[in-house]
């Protein structure tokens, strides 16, 4: 356990934050959690009370504090929409941090960040052997959305997941390095861990997109997750060692951008990455600063430089539809909304219908739908409903971790509409 006098100290760097906060409950009518429960001790405002006074509380029950703490999201909808521009997600991952150095991290979290996540080989390695024996313990739902569902686990009997990919993008691209072409500009390229283990397409899709333009990519061969696992979970120590190992892959004097088709992984590099840096050397947080600064979307990245033009083609009569989910990180962190719609609107074999609340969370959350599956799929069936009622034949979005979460409501719905990311549906008009 930390001492309480570095307690004190860490908690006392949240102090300003929390004092910005005027309890005007504007977060409520944008939390989905609330949405839900209807608790005030869900939203923002609530938690944020109880950071207020977290000094005594970690004293009294630092349990109950950590649990009520990763009741939450982490989607961003109340800092988005906060009018006094309180970060709530900065003070939420601190506070997260501060309780698990406290308290320690348990041993099922020690084991899967610190001896896994933390070793990028290893677990490749591991996850690279998965789909051979995926077919014992899970049976096919869905072929179109290439979902299963457990054969032998009730917990997890009730949810219909992507199956592993049988080839990981790092197996197929371990590492890429091409010089700049027409464009005369060079990219890095952050792969992630859903694309590389569940949508290899993405990542291949993303490339030829880039290939087609002439963009130079350095793709660095044995990346690392971003670290928001680690991160969400307080595990700060795991987070550094992420972020050195893949910093050290990354230069950003040799790059223009950091792209990526991970809507989470473009807002970790981007905001996490510089905030939360502090446990590297002066030059490590220099660089990480460097690459968020540096770091986009890769649509965002496309629209930005021009490559794709604001002029999009009119679709073909016999154009199918489309709509489009926002992910909370991509247009509530980073504000990145209307350049996925300029991919789509470039490929004139498809047309775009909005569905209702399309910047809704989808209820995913990453280890929240892991703690709180009950919780997630009552928010994610809210958005089922609105993908089935637009009439589009796929949804479309731009976080990988969104269309689990949306293939995993619609299979269970027996709805069939397939589900891309907007960069998959670019590549296919090239």
């Not at 457990?150 to 390095?177: S, W």
């Not at 590389?196 to 397409?201: A, E, H, V």
């Not at 993303?206 to 130079?216: F, Q, R, S, Y």
Request: proline share 5%; with cysteine; charged share 20%.
């Amino acid at each position: 356990m930390a001492g309480v006098a570095q307690l004190a100290r860490l908690l006392g760097e949240l102090e300003e934050q929390l004092m910005a906060c005027m309890r005007c409950g504007f977060c409520q009518s944008v939390c989905p959690l609330y949405g839900q429960t209807g608790r005030e001790v869900d939203v923002a405002r609530g938690k944020l009370a109880l950071l207020d006074g977290l000094a005594a509380e970690i004293l009294k029950d630092p349990h109950a504090v950590q649990e009520r703490l990763e009741r939450c999201l982490l989607c961003g909808s109340c800092a988005a929409n906060c009018p006094s521009g309180v970060k709530v997600l900065d003070i939420f991952l601190k506070a997260r941090a501060i309780l698990s150095g406290y308290l320690g991290l348990s041993p099922a979290k020690k084991l899967v960040f610190r001896q896994l996540l933390a070793r990028p080989a290893l677990f490749n390695r591991l996850l690279g052997l998965a789909p051979r024996f995926e077919r014992i313990f899970a049976s096919p739902v869905d072929d179109l959305l290439d979902t299963s569902c457990a054969r032998f686990f009730p917990p997890l009997g009730q949810r219909h997941f992507k199956r592993l990919a049988r080839a990981p993008l790092h197996r197929t691209v371990p590492e890429l390095h091409t010089s700049p072409g027409a464009a005369g500009i060079r990219v890095g390229f952050f792969t992630g861990c859903l694309i590389d283990k569940l949508f290899p397409s993405v990542g291949q899709a993303a490339l030829k997109a880039l290939d087609h333009h002439g963009v130079g990519v350095e793709l660095p061969a044995e990346q690392a997750c971003c670290g928001i696992p680690a991160l969400s979970a307080g595990d700060s120590e795991t987070f550094s060692k992420l972020l050195a190992h893949n910093l050290a892959r990354f230069d950003p004097d040799k790059i223009d951008y950091l792209v990526t088709a991970c809507a989470t992984c473009a807002s970790t590099l981007a905001k996490m990455w510089p905030l939360m840096c502090g446990g590297l050397d002066a030059a490590g947080q220099a660089k990480a600063a460097a690459l968020a600064a540096k770091t986009r979307d890769v649509g965002q990245m496309l629209v930005e430089t021009g490559l794709i033009s604001g002029e999009a083609p009119s679709s073909d009569p016999g154009a199918k539809t489309l709509t489009y989910h926002d992910p909370c990180h991509l247009k509530k962190s980073l504000g990145v909304a209307e350049e996925p719609r300029r991919l789509i609107a470039a490929n004139p074999g498809w047309r775009l219908v909005e569905m209702t609340e399309s910047d809704w969370c989808c209820g995913m959350g990453g280890s929240f739908s892991l703690q709180h599956y009950d919780l997630s799929k009552q928010i994610g069936s809210r958005k089922r409903e609105h993908i089935e009622q637009s009439g589009a034949s796929t949804v479309a979005t731009g976080c990988p971790a969104c269309m689990l979460q949306i293939s995993d409501m619609l299979s269970q719905a027996g709805d069939h509409i397939a589900v891309k990311h907007a960069i998959e549906i670019y590549a296919e008009s090239l």
